[in-house]
């Protein structure tokens, strides 16, 4: 079973930037698509950015394009989302996500109870956006 470890989150004001992590514990990414999802009070989990296991392709939610920056270091076995401009709506803890099933468009498109087929999943980390 693959064990994803994420970090990075935190408080930040409008319009400041984060950047998160995703790691395995003790085993290699390479072979995986990688998929950053969140999840904010009341509302079902959803795609923000994912990438292919070579890294070179990605997907963005409309709603992050231009502001998220999704890549992979494949030499430190780490993926990183790099949040810039953000918003308070941008609030939600997020989840990285490995399969190695998936396009990042295929990843990215899943919700809810769906994107639980996902086969591993990190422990989430908060992010919250406040003044």
């Known amino acids: 079973q693959l064990q994803l470890v994420d970090s990075g989150g935190g408080l930040v004001q409008p319009g400041g930037s984060l950047t998160l992590s995703c790691a395995a514990s003790?085993?290699?990414?390479?072979?995986?698509?990688i998929g950053w999802f969140r999840q904010a009070p009341g509302k079902e989990r959803e795609g923000v950015s994912c990438?292919?296991?070579?890294?070179?392709?990605?997907h963005y939610a409309d709603s992050v394009k231009g502001r998220f920056t999704i890549s992979r270091d494949r030499a430190k076995s780490t993926v990183y989302l790099t949040m810039s401009g953000l918003k308070p709506e941008d609030t939600a803890i997020y989840y990285c996500?490995?399969?190695?099933?998936?396009?990042?468009?295929?990843?990215?498109?899943?919700?809810?109870?769906?994107?639980?087929?996902?086969?591993?999943w990190g422990q989430g980390t908060q992010v919250t956006v406040s003044s």
């Open positions: 996500a490995a399969d190695s099933a998936f396009t990042p468009q295929g990843m990215c498109v899943l919700t809810g109870q769906v994107a639980k087929l996902i086969h591993s």
């Open positions: 003790g085993r290699t990414l390479d072979y995986y698509a």
């Open positions: 990438i292919s296991s070579t890294g070179g392709s990605t």
